[in-house]
Each structure stands twice: as C-alpha cells, then as structure tokens.
C-alpha cells in the first residue's frame, strides 16, 4: 500500500535549464551582496564549497549549519553578521529568476489530484535551499506548499542527494516504510538510483531527464505526469 509520494523539484516539478538558472542565480546573489563586501568570483566559489559541504553533510547538524560554517570558515565571523543580507536576497531579487523557469499545467493538476485521493505528499528537493526559496519555486510550479507534509530545506535536513540517507532521513521523520514510497524525479542518479538504494520505489519524469552517468534507465517506471498519476492509481 502506497503511504506517500515524493518529488523532485528542478526538472521535475519545475522545468529548467540548470546551467542557465545558475547563472542567473550567481548573479544575482553577488550583485545584492556586493555592499557588504563579497568579490563576485570568491563569493560563488565560496556558495559551491558550502554546497559541497551539505552535499557531503553525514553529521548531526543541519545542512544550514554546515552550510553556514564553511562559509564563515572562507569570509570569517563576519559572514553570520551578513545571513540577513542573504535571506533579503531570496525576499527580492531572487523572485525574477522566476522567467529563467519553465512552466508545466499538468504538475499544479497532477498534485491536485493525488492530494484529493488523500496521499501524503513530499517536496523531496535536494535540500541546499533555505526554506522560503524552497516554497518560492514550488509556488512558480503552480504548486502550493501547504498541500504537502514535508519540505525538504536546508533548516531541517542532515544528509543531501545522491545520499540514500537522505530518503532514510525523510522516511523516519515520517514514520514511513521506505517501500511503501514512491519518489518522482528526472535525475537518474539522484533520485532513482539514490531513492532505490533506500528502498523507495521511483518514478522518472520524461522531459528534463538528466543522466550523467549514462544508465540504463529502461528497467524504471516513466512518462509524463499523467502517466504518472495512472501508475499511481495502480498502486493504491
């Protein structure tokens, strides 16, 4: 019996070409804390080596700590002075990477949907974001964020894809059988090798398919999202 579903966020629920979000994202973020000091150059290379370090998080702190004490470890102690500044950023400036996004009906339809037949629904996004721009990306999705029980975020997880753990993590959290979850995603190592490997079972969104280690993928469930919400029906 299916207890939950969770999602992926960028290319899943919300198209995107990565690179072109990113770059978009850097500067941006460098251009609204450049009065507090941060050279462009060094301050992206420090949010990808903070990055790195909650992608390698497997400790007791959250992913915000870590995040947090890596790059203070680069800036120094002023860098938690600045933390206002960065959530600023994700309140203003961030809000026009919106046009960098695509947009698909069928995702605000198929979370609908599944919401209504009564199924636990989960933002399983890879959690290197702060919460509000966690939201603020499910919202440009057509999504609403009250319709699921848990967000990921980097306030409240300890581990990041391509980690299992990171599924272990949001099962107990839950209380949920591993096997009793499907996880929807388009990156193959991230969401379906990693969720596998924890016990889920997947779901690969077509369209935004993302496969760097060249798999072979042909053993995984897949389509479009109304293909997806027939798969469902067959498991409940």
């Known amino acids: 019996m299916l207890q939950a579903v969770l999602f992926d966020m960028d290319g899943t629920l919300l198209p995107m070409e990565q690179n072109v979000f990113a770059k978009a994202y850097f500067s941006t973020l460098a251009e609204k804390v450049a009065p507090c000091g ?15 370090a909650m992608v390698a998080n497997d400790s ?3 992913n915000e700590t870590v995040f947090w004490k890596t790059f203070a470890g680069i800036f120094g102690e002023k860098a938690y002075a600045d933390i206002p500044a960065f959530d600023e950023y994700y309140r203003t400036d961030f809000q026009a990477l919106k046009d960098r996004c695509g947009f698909i009906p069928a995702v605000g339809e198929t979370i609908r949907a599944l919401k209504a037949s ?4 989960v ?4 959690p290197v974001f702060p919460m509000f721009a966690q939201q603020t990306r499910m919202r440009w999705a057509g999504v609403d964020p009250t319709d699921f029980v848990m967000i990921t975020a980097y306030e409240n997880m300890h581990r990041c894809k391509p980690n299992p753990a990171y599924y272990t993590e949001i099962a107990e959290r839950l ?5 009793n979850c499907l996880m929807v995603g388009n990156d193959v190592r ?3 090798v990693a969720a ?5 079972q997947v779901f690969l969104i077509e369209g935004c398919v993302l496969n760097k280690d060249n798999q072979d993928i042909s053993g995984y469930p897949k389509g479009t999202f109304a293909d997806l919400l027939q798969f469902v029906k067959k498991m409940q």
């Open 118 to 121: 009564g199924l636990p629904l």
């Open 123 to 126: 933002l399983a996004s890879n």
């Open 175 to 179: 209380s949920l059988n591993p096997a």
């Open 196 to 200: 596998s490997a924890a016990g889920m």
């Open 38 to 52: 941060y050279e462009p150059k060094k301050l992206i290379e420090s949010v990808w080596a903070g990055t790195a």
């Open 60 to 62: 007791t702190h959250t």
């Open 190 to 192: 991230e969401d379906m």
